[in-house]
């Protein structure tokens, strides 16, 4: 296998994009990322996004976004894992350039969610549950992760001032992102006291709708560095699967599938988890943060309420969580989180983060993932 | 020798107060309560209907029967108040208890003797050697127009009644109906609501229908009031049931065990069914019932039942009657009721 | 709106609660499957699941998905029946401060949703407390 370098960027602001339709916000943002890389030719596109025909009854990406890049006929595939769509193409394109199939790989994620109503999408977003015995009895994904939230605060003694403190900080670091959907902070009584979505989980708990995209070009490390370019290299990568439905999980307070996938990108890349320096993760919802800590080994079994508690996760912490603000403060475009989280660790090791730098961000690691951990992808990476 | 070899009930946890109902329409509730002898009735979640109700009342007969549903050769759910005007409530029934494919299905309406109606066809198939058991259930989510009189009274609930030749709990002695058409109260396809008579409700529909068919099968059967230990009335109200009880010279003692409605309101093809498992509850071996329903349009359907020595048995093994209409209540503001019942209109 | 099919298929289970039982392990599958999850045997025997157990976690839904607008509030939660299977459904005929973990629960048969005024009503279980 080759080695796989980042060697573009692109990402526009998150939000709620009326005058934007998809086809416009990915072809925006892949172009970012293509001027970024400087490069004129791409042998192949892989897309994530969870559900453009539930949110604006288009399917085929593939064709459709190739051609409104101008690039038919690039081969171009539309991958899917729910909420880490993203992270699944980041997957893909690492496979085709390491494989030597390819050379320059487009990733992108995007979603468009904000042509149908609230209920419409909770509903679209409720299809990464288990349709016949999830959904069928009225479930949504606020409600699932709320069921493991009451499971953790029962077992680790895990506190709602706790959650609200993810939110917290994520705000606190994504008023630093001038792309964040939301880049103000918001304070602990603003989270305690926000309107109820499904108990405990507060609005405040819950990252939002939002329209956007993110991309990253790859190709061989050694063509990155005939190219003069900054190597950052893709030095693992890690994807496991878990059941659908929450009830059939070992544990409801522990994701299994972040634990194996993790276990796996740090092997490929020969590194322990103290050995990073800053962590991109899934907080589609505060509890989430906090389980994906315990499953990444961040802090112990039970103790990511403590961990985010005392620090630990924070900008200046020892193991710096969402310095982008996460999905929370960020934004949420569903299939396009996965890349984001890519184009945070790259910047950052590029240097470029601005206020939310993480001084001397050598190596950093990704977590997405799909529903209530029924899938998660991890990639490590490091600057050269 | 034929008759019930297992029964059921169900009602739905939520009450609302005739004073509740009374303090949104400006009516006096004291003089309600008074004059239809109620205090509270049932009222279904949104999540019960009919089928849901006829479900769980079958599922406890099946308990007390304790027989195979596959050999269930008859489902029958009476009721006017079906979920779908067409599509049968008997079809899911039937599934839900695991008697199908091999089993005859059908829904009945008359108004509010559609329980018995299927009583009847059900008993009838087992006396017939037709089948081994027939069930039959009524069960009703009756409508009262908002602000009328009927609001007060129109209640939730199922019966459910297994009949067989073998493990009979209470044997059927003698059967006997009384029709004639009365347009008492009725409802047209597309009414959400139904209307009715007044005051022509009592005297020339449920009394004389009720008073007809109870004269013509304690004749059938040679029998008089007294011969019996406990009588059963259709009770669109509190004051009905004793009135004709009297009427025909039955003492309150006797109606009394049956008697729900203050507490639980007409259930509609529940009713008397309900006042007969609520009996069965409490009666003993060698007891006679009398059971007459009514239902509007109009008509009565009789009963004669003997308990047997098998209630002992059985009488323990499902939820009673009366536990289910006095425990874990759950009192209801009007406009949850409203909410509940579909009466707030809302966008298409 | 889907054909009525989709639900149909699913009724000896959310009817009757019926679940495989796989010949290899014993393991019980609800909804009954093709390849057991933990012993990989494609043989499977038929059984049907406990009638109550105990509630392992639970939420207020309080901002539903469509065809649960006028539901809302509702409680769910997951259970585990006294076979050991854990299932996930409505909690009703409950004050959400009843709610808690090891909550005793029993299975009810209820309406679950309709597809609006014309369409199918599909009907399922929904935990009670016991």
């Not at chain 1, 790859?218 to 990568?237: T, Y």
């Not at chain 2, 269930?72 to 899911?92: F, R």
């Not at chain 2, 299927?118 to 009524?138: I, R």
């Amino acid at each position: 296998m080759r080695d796989v370098a980042a060697i573009g960027v692109g990402m526009t602001k998150w939000g709620e994009l009326w005058d934007k339709s998809l086809r416009t916000i990915f072809a925006e943002t892949a172009l970012l990322a293509i001027d970024d890389a400087g490069v004129d030719r791409i042998d192949s596109m892989v897309v994530g996004c969870m559900s453009s025909g539930l949110f604006v009854g288009q399917e085929h990406l593939g064709s459709m976004l190739a051609d409104y890049l101008g690039r038919v006929p690039v081969p171009a595939a539309r991958v899917e894992s729910a909420c880490s769509s993203g992270g699944l193409a980041l997957r893909q394109g690492f496979i085709e350039v390491a494989s030597g199939m390819s050379d320059i790989v487009l990733v992108a994620g995007v979603e468009k969610m904000t042509d149908v109503t609230g209920c419409e999408a909770t509903y679209a977003l409720g299809t990464a549950a288990d349709q016949e015995y999830e959904g069928f009895h009225g479930l949504t994904f606020p409600g699932l992760y709320a069921m493991m939230a009451v499971a953790h605060m029962h077992k680790y003694g895990t506190t709602r001032e706790q959650l609200a403190m993810v939110a917290v900080k994520n705000h606190d670091n994504g008023s630093k992102n001038p792309l964040a959907q939301f880049p103000f902070k918001v304070t602990i009584d603003a989270v305690l006291n926000s309107v109820l979505v499904a108990d405990p989980l507060r609005i405040l708990d819950c990252s939002p709708i939002t329209d956007g995209a993110a991309a990253v070009i790859l190709c061989p490390a050694d063509m990155a560095k005939k190219m003069k370019k900054r190597v950052i290299r893709i030095a693992g990568s890690g994807q496991a699967t878990d059941t659908i439905a929450l009830s059939s999980r070992k544990d409801i307070t522990w994701i299994e599938s972040t634990d194996l996938a993790a276990r796996k990108a740090l092997a490929m890349a020969g590194r322990k988890i103290e050995d990073l320096q800053l962590f991109e993760v899934h907080d589609c919802f505060t509890i989430a943060e906090i389980m994906v800590t315990e499953a990444l080994g961040i802090a112990e079994k039970g103790r990511g309420g403590r961990a985010v508690e005392e620090g630990l996760t924070s900008l200046t912490g020892k193991f710096p969580v969402n310095p982008s603000g996460g999905l929370k403060a960020k934004g949420h475009p569903v299939g396009a989180t996965g890349v984001a989280q890519a184009v945070e660790v790259i910047k950052q090791l590029r240097g470029e983060a601005g206020e939310r730098q993480v001084k001397g961000a050598k190596r950093g690691l990704t977590q997405n993932m799909g529903g209530t951990g029924g899938s998660s992808v991890v990639h490590v990476f490091e600057a050269e | 020798m034929t008759g019930i070899v297992g029964y059921g009930a169900y009602i739905p946890r939520n009450r609302i107060k005739v004073e509740e109902i009374a303090k949104v329409w400006g009516a006096d509730a004291p003089s309600y309560k008074r004059g239809l002898m109620l205090e509270e009735k049932s009222v279904p979640s949104p999540d019960q209907d009919t089928i849901s109700m006829s479900v769980e009342a079958s599922k406890r007969a099946l308990k007390r029967a304790g027989i195979d549903p596959r050999e269930i050769g008859a489902v029958y759910v009476g009721s006017e108040s079906h979920p779908y005007a067409v599509k049968p409530s008997g079809t899911v029934l039937a599934e839900a208890i695991d008697a199908t494919p091999d089993v005859h299905t059908a829904d009945l309406e008359f108004a509010c003797k559609a329980g018995t109606e299927g009583m009847f066809v059900a008993l009838s198939l087992v006396q017939a050697g037709a089948v081994k058991y027939g069930l039959a259930v009524g069960a009703d989510t009756s409508q009262g127009a908002p602000g009328d009189a009927l609001e007060y009274s129109a209640a939730a609930g199922a019966a459910a009644f297994i009949f067989g030749a073998d493990g009979i709990v209470a044997e059927s002695v003698a059967t006997y109906s009384y029709t004639t058409d009365t347009p008492d109260f009725w409802r047209r396809e597309y009414q959400y609501y139904p209307q009715h008579g007044g005051r022509f409700t009592g005297d020339p529909a449920y009394f004389k229908h009720i008073m007809g068919a109870a004269r013509g099968l304690m004749a059938r059967a040679k029998m008089k009031p007294g011969d019996f230990d406990y009588v059963v009335f259709h009770q669109p109200n509190g004051k009905f049931p004793l009135r004709v009880g009297e009427m025909l010279g039955f003492t309150k003692k006797q109606i009394e065990p049956g008697w729900l409605v203050p507490k639980l309101g007409n259930t509609y093809s529940g009713s008397s069914p309900l006042g007969l498992t609520a009996t069965l509850d409490i009666a003993k071996p060698g007891q006679m019932i009398l059971v007459v329903s009514y239902g509007s349009g109009a008509g009565s359907d009789a009963f004669i039942f003997k308990v047997t020595k098998r209630i002992d048995e059985v009488r323990d093994l499902a939820p009673k009657t009366r536990d289910l209409l006095d425990d874990h209540k759950n009192y209801l503001e009007y406009g949850v009721y409203a909410k509940y019942r579909r009466k707030i209109r809302k966008a298409e | 709106m889907p054909t009525p099919s989709r639900s149909w298929r699913e009724i000896p289970q959310r009817y009757r609660l019926e679940a495989g039982k796989c010949r290899g392990c014993g393991y019980v599958c609800f909804p009954p499957r093709v390849v057991c999850p933990h012993c990989g045997s494609r043989e499977f025997g038929q059984t049907k699941l406990a009638g109550a157990g105990k509630l392992l976690t639970y939420t207020i839904i309080r901002v539903p998905p469509q065809p649960f607008e006028d539901q809302a509030p509702y409680a769910v939660g997951i259970a585990e029946l006294d076979d050991g299977v854990k299932l996930t459904a409505q909690v009703v005929d409950c004050d959400f401060a009843d709610l808690k973990v090891g909550l005793r629960v029993a299975l009810e048969f209820r309406r679950v949703y309709e597809e609006g005024e014309a369409g199918v009503i599909y009907y399922g279980y929904k935990f009670v407390p016991e």
